[in-house]
């Protein structure tokens, strides 16, 4: 059953680090893009980062850039999220997701075709 499965959430105070993986057990191609996302209660979700497989090529959201640092395994099949000096309003649940990459809209939540079923992360003041 192809699926990714994230972990590393949890609760931390305003200016810590954790570190969120995203294990695949899918074959993800060199086109392929995996992203993670968030979803905070009430709020849409949200482009949080994403890494392009085969080139390596990483791109983020504007509200993560500076704290927050993707990275992948490819003998692993994971990917990380860095996540350094979280803030209050980082606190959401995040998602893992693959984009095939048929188009390069690595931002659009919409091209994501195969999802992980969350982590919590909660930043306390």
């Known amino acids: 059953q192809e699926q990714l499965v994230e972990s590393g959430g949890g609760s931390v105070q305003a200016g810590g680090s954790l570190r969120l993986a995203c294990a695949a057990s899918l074959t993800i191609y060199s086109s392929y893009y995996i992203g993670w996302f968030r979803q905070a209660p009430g709020k849409e979700r949200e482009f949080v980062a994403a890494?392009?497989?085969?080139?390596?090529?990483?791109y983020y959201g504007e509200a993560v850039k500076g704290r927050f640092t993707i990275s992948r395994v490819a003998a692993e099949n994971t990917v990380y999220l860095q996540m350094n000096n979280l803030k209050p309003d980082d606190t959401a649940v995040y998602y893992c997701?693959?984009?095939?990459?048929?188009?390069?809209?690595?931002?659009?939540?919409?091209?994501?075709?195969?999802w992980g079923q969350g982590t919590q992360v909660t930043v306390s003041t």
């Open positions: 997701a693959a984009n095939p990459g048929t188009r390069t809209l690595y931002y659009d939540a919409a091209e994501y075709n195969t």
């Open positions: 890494v392009r497989w085969r080139s390596y090529a990483r």
